[in-house]
Structure formats: structure tokens, C-alpha cells
């Protein structure tokens, strides 16, 4: 039987039209029972275990910068005690060292936790502030270059009391800082002149009964007094089976706390670490936006922040290895649990190959290898922060990259 081309041309449609409408039907039906299926994941997933893994990492990473931060005291106290170059240089290398532990902590940010709350009503805040405020304005504190006067130490109105110290930090300017990480290491190394390392403060700065060395000898013991204070504060707040911020942490909703925890990941990445504390120093050129401008320990800043936001992902720290977030996505989103873990892996990498001291490479020219090298770690941040943002949809929660 013949058919005529019209009819044929008809017939032909119906059939295309039939396998396609089969095919979108597969499709769509496919789609439906992938969604009904991560709907059930989300609904039917306990959170809770990977919410109390993440306050255990908390504690014991306060713990220990606690610890560190105590025995930054000791040498601080020993070099006081009997100051020379030997002495003065343990003192430097144990602040370097109890700075590893609480740079990872900073990945415990940006959520209003005990380390950054404000309290609307008293108008009580967090000790971030205290800790580790920056930049800062060094001669806020003590002498430098062409200004053998300046600062509170050489002010012989300023009374050197711990009140008198906390009431003058940050008053009219942000960067006027009085205490924390940053005030200490300027008084440990002095101000950064040296093309091939760190400030070269010397240890006679601190010998007794000379000129205003006492009151920086007792400045110096006050705000290391408050750091180690501030610290064991922190670790109070995340000690388990206590009446704390810890107790409350794990009472909470878990899909809003886990938005939580990665929006302080988030933030971290592409906002604290690639935009404030990287882009903008590179924009500038400034070695006054280096973070730990005195020590020239600026990219060990951004190593052991990169740990900490990996940490995190992954439930561990130092020995403990715990519930990590990454075996939760392995089992409802596989394809995002390899960004998220390839990510982490290359912001690591690229932030171990940063050339040191990073004020050397702030001083070199635009397009130079070292810039290009920082510039790969900003993107891969980036790209960090955005593969975390992923997350809010997968686990019925909201992720956000913050802007202070």
C-alpha cells in the first residue's frame, strides 16, 4: 500500500513526537526520583552527630591554642626575667609557634559564636577584637621610626593598667589596637625595615630601669595576660557537658546550625582571607596591610587558615579524627563532596607555594610570579566559597558569603 508523502510526513511527525514526549517523559520522571530521593536524604539524614563532631574539633582547637598561648607566657616571662638575644628569641619563636593553633580557630568565625557575639542590648562583644584586631597602628602603642615618643608606653600620663589598656583599644580609630596577637608581636620584633626578614626590635628594649623599658616590660605582661585569658574563655565556652555556649550549640536546630558552619567556611575563604587580607594588600602594594607584617609570618597566616577550613569539612583535628562533613555529602551529593574536597585541596597547595616574606612579594612588580601565585590562591578561595554556598540547597539550609 502506498502512503502519500503528506501522510507520511504526518506519520513521521506522530512517531518523533511520541519519542520525544517518551524521552522528556523518562527524563522528567528521572528527575522527580532523584529530587524525591535527596528530599528524603535531607529530611530523613541526622545532622546531629556531624554538629556535635564540629563542637568537639571547636574545643579541642581552643584547647590547644589556649595551651600554646600559655606557653607563650612562659617564654615571655623567662625573657622578661633575664633579657637577651637568646631569651628574646625563644619568646619570638614560641609566639610563631601558639599562633599555628589559633589561626585554624579563625575558621570558627562569622556566626556570633562566644569568640565574635554581640549582645544588642548590653552592647558586650565577643574577644575577636582583643585577639587579634588588625591592621593596627603601631606607633598607637610605642615608638618608631623618626617618632621616639609616640605611643601609650612612652606617654607618661597613660597609667599601664590592664583597665586603662582595654578602655583606649579602637576608641576613635580601628586601627589604634592596644592588644592581642598583633600588639604583642610588634612589641617582640619592632617594626619591619628589613628587606630580608622580620623587625629587628633589640632585646635591651626591655632591660629594667632604663628610659621607659619598664612600662613596656609591664605593657608587654598585661596583654599577653589577656590573650591567655581571652583563650581560656574561649575553651570554657566549648567544654562538653558544661552549662555553656557549647550546650546551647548542640540544643539548636542542626539544618541552622550546619548553615551556620559553612557560612563562617564561606566567609572565611571569599571574603576574610581572599578579599581582606589578600586582594587588598596586593591592590595596594602596602606592607602595612600585611597581616603579621612584624614577624614576616604573614603566609603561615594563610596556611593554617586554609587547615582550619579543612578541618572543619573533614571532622579532624591534630590526632582526633572525628565525623566529618565529607562522609555526610559523600552519601547525598557525591559529585559535590569532590568539588568541595578538590578545593579544599587546592587552596592548601597553593597557599604552601606563596613565596615568603609576603611583603616581598607585595613589593614586587604587577604580572611577577610571586603576585601570580597569591593571585591563584585568591581565586581558589573563591572558588572554595562558592562551592561551599552549594551546600545550603543540598542540606535544607542557607550558606552565605559574608561581607563585614
Known amino acids: 500500500m502506498m502512503i502519500s508523502p503528506r501522510l507520511s510526513k504526518t506519520l513521521s511527525c506522530v512517531l518523533l513526537c511520541a519519542v520525544t514526549c517518551s524521552t522528556v517523559a523518562v527524563a522528567n520522571a528521572h528527575h522527580h526520583a532523584t529530587t524525591r530521593r535527596q528530599q528524603i536524604a535531607v529530611k530523613d539524614v541526622d545532622l546531629k552527630p556531624y554538629v556535635e563532631n564540629y563542637a568537639e574539633v571547636v574545643y579541642r582547637n581552643y584547647q590547644d591554642a589556649h595551651t600554646q598561648a600559655a606557653m607563650m607566657k612562659v617564654a615571655i616571662t623567662a625573657f622578661l626575667n633575664n633579657p637577651n638575644e637568646t631569651s628574646h628569641k625563644a619568646a619570638q619563636d614560641a609566639w610563631v609557634q601558639a599562633r599555628k593553633s589559633y589561626l585554624q580557630t579563625e575558621a570558627f568565625r562569622f556566626y556570633e559564636g562566644p569568640i565574635d557575639f554581640v549582645d544588642a542590648k548590653t552592647g558586650e562583644e565577643g574577644p575577636e577584637g582583643r585577639i587579634n584586631a588588625w591592621p ?75 628610659n621607659n623599658n619598664d612600662r613596656r616590660r609591664q605593657y608587654l605582661t598585661l596583654v599577653t595576660q589577656q590573650l591567655v585569658s581571652d583563650l581560656t574563655f574561649l575553651e570554657a565556652e566549648w567544654k562538653p557537658n558544661t552549662e555553656n555556649y557549647r550546650a546551647k550549640f548542640l540544643q539548636s536546630d542542626p539544618k541552622a546550625t550546619v548553615g551556620k558552619i559553612f557560612t563562617a567556611l564561606a566567609t572565611l575563604s571569599a571574603f576574610e582571607m581572599a578579599s581582606e587580607r589578600m586582594t587588598v594588600a596586593l591592590d595596594s602594594g602596602n606592607q602595612e596591610d600585611e597581616h603579621s607584617c612584624f614577624s614576616d609570618t604573614t603566609h603561615q597566616d594563610f596556611v593554617f587558615n586554609a587547615k582550619g577550613i579543612s578541618n572543619v569539612y573533614f571532622g579532624d583535628y591534630a590526632g582526633y579524627q572525628g565525623k566529618g562533613f565529607d562522609e555526610l555529602l559523600a552519601q547525598m551529593n557525591p559529585d559535590l563532596n569532590q568539588k568541595i574536597t578538590a578545593a579544599l585541596t587546592t587552596t592548601q597547595e597553593s597557599a604552601s607555594q606563596i613565596d615568603q616574606p609576603f611583603d616581598q612579594v607585595l613589593a614586587s612588580a604587577q604580572g611577577s610570579p610571586p603576585r601570580a601565585e597569591v593571585e591563584a590562591v585568591v581565586t581558589a578561595l573563591e572558588n572554595q566559597g562558592e562551592a561551599f554556598k552549594e551546600l545550603g540547597p543540598v542540606l535544607g539550609t542557607s550558606v552565605e558569603i559574608l561581607a563585614e
Open 136 to 210: 593596627m597602628n603601631e606607633a598607637f602603642i610605642d615608638y618608631v621610626k623618626e617618632k621616639p615618643d609616640s605611643g601609650l608606653i612612652n606617654n607618661p600620663k597613660f597609667e599601664i593598667s590592664i583597665a586603662s589598656i582595654l578602655e583606649s583599644d579602637q576608641v576613635t580609630d580601628e586601627a589604634d589596637v592596644s592588644t592581642g596577637w598583633h600588639a604583642i608581636e610588634f612589641l617582640l620584633w619592632g617594626q619591619d625595615f628589613n628587606n630580608e626578614g622580620p623587625g629587628q626590635r633589640n632585646f635591651e628594649d626591655f632591660i629594667p630601669n632604663q
